[in-house]
């Protein structure tokens, strides 16, 4: 069983930056893809950024150029630094984990196995 525990969330103006960190329990923490959802009040959870096992990135559109995703195995913990933050970014963001690569859509809530309790991001403008 893996634990994940998001911290960095909070709030800040339009054009600011947060950087969010989410850290395991596992010592195989290296094995595991990784990826960022979040999820809006009345909307579904949605993929933002994905890193695999061999460090390989991917970003959904909305957040390409200004989100960077990052893993840093000897501490176990993933992050996601997020710069140019508009309003629409505004939701709970959470970290997952899958062993090896996702046998579903990297986007798909469906595809992770471990998940973290959430941190709220809000962006006023």
């Known amino acids: 069983q893996v634990q994940l525990v998001e911290s960095g969330g909070g709030s800040v103006q339009a054009g600011g930056s947060l950087r969010l960190s989410c850290a395991a329990s596992?010592?195989?923490?290296?094995?595991?893809?990784l990826a960022w959802f979040r999820q809006a009040p009345g909307k579904e959870r949605e993929g933002v950024a994905f890193?695999?096992?061999?460090?390989?990135?991917t970003y959904v559109d909305s957040v390409r150029g200004r989100f960077t995703i990052s893993r840093d195995n000897a501490e176990s913990t993933l992050s996601l630094q997020m710069n140019s933050l508009k309003s629409e970014d505004t939701a709970k963001y959470y970290c997952?984990?899958?062993?090896?690569?996702?046998?579903?859509?990297?986007?798909?809530?469906?595809?992770?196995?471990?998940w973290g309790q959430g941190t709220q991001v809000t962006v006023s403008s």
């Open positions: 997952a984990a899958v062993w090896g690569y996702p046998q579903k859509s990297r986007w798909s809530p469906d595809a992770y196995n471990y």
């Open positions: 596992t010592l195989q923490f290296g094995s595991y893809s």
């Open positions: 890193i695999d096992w061999n460090r390989a990135t």
